[in-house]
């Protein structure tokens, strides 16, 4: 029984060992895309692009885990299309579309910049020329998403934002000086109309402070406003 158990024992060990190295191993092998989101979210455009760069191409080395990671993968490429739009390196954004996983939306970026040459060119001809690329760019790139088209208004919906975490938004948010609502600092993560928004406690759910009494978690602005009036006693 006693070398049994030291068995089992000596097996966990070994396997816990093996795999706390594997993430350390892991961890040091991505540390290109840690590198990358910092320099992203502290506005060094150069160091992110060079170091995303690393990124994939470690990955491009190993096939099976670009496949076991791919939306990782995906992401790393996406931010890459990204920050050259954004930079005007239109031509670049272009080359790295042609080549890039769907999952990294390659067609809405490809659309973007050839729009951006379109509106750069003087040759109306050549202007007319980009647009119909454009177009046919955005058109993939809407029938590889469907459901980011909003049929109520008729467009698409896209956040230029939503791969970033909160901390990479705060944090390029204080490096740039970028304006933003004074209630954040008085413990209102999430803010909504002026009669459903409640300041929140520490460690609690960001959105716990979001109509708070009703029945409902998203904004209401389109109805039920007069329901929200009669609630805190602002209307008869």
């Known amino acids: 029984m006693n070398q049994w158990v030291k068995t089992v024992g000596s097996s966990a060990m070994v396997l816990l060992l093996a795999s706390a190295c594997a993430m350390i191993a892991y961890a040091r092998w991505t540390q290109p895309v840690a590198d990358a989101d910092t320099a992203t979210a502290a506005g060094d455009v150069g160091r992110a692009l060079e170091s995303y760069a690393v990124a994939e191409r470690r990955f491009d080395a190993l096939p099976p885990l670009k496949w ?69 760019e955005l058109v993939k ?41 004074e209630l954040h600092d008085k413990n209102y993560p999430s803010i909504g109309c002026t009669y459903c928004t409640k300041p929140v406690a520490k460690g609690a759910d960001p959105r716990s402070g979001r109509w708070q009494g009703f029945d409902k978690e998203e904004c209401g602005i389109q109805e039920g406003s007069i329901t929200i009036l009669e609630h805190e006693g602002k209307i008869q």
């Open 68 to 136: 076991l990671l791919s939306s990782e993968y995906d992401r790393i490429v996406a931010n890459q299309l990204r920050l050259l739009f954004h930079v005007d390196r239109n031509e670049d954004t272009l080359e790295k579309a042609a080549r890039a996983p769907e999952g990294a939306n390659p067609h809405f970026w490809a659309g973007a910049a050839c729009f951006e040459q379109g509106r750069a060119e003087e040759d109306p001809s050549a202007r007319l020329a980009w647009f119909g690329r454009a177009q046919q």
């Open 141 to 181: 790139a809407l029938d590889a998403a469907p459901d980011d088209w909003d049929t109520k208004f008729d467009l698409v919906k896209l956040n230029p934002l939503a791969a970033w975490t909160e901390k990479q938004v705060w944090a390029y948010v204080m490096a740039n000086n970028v304006p933003y609502n």
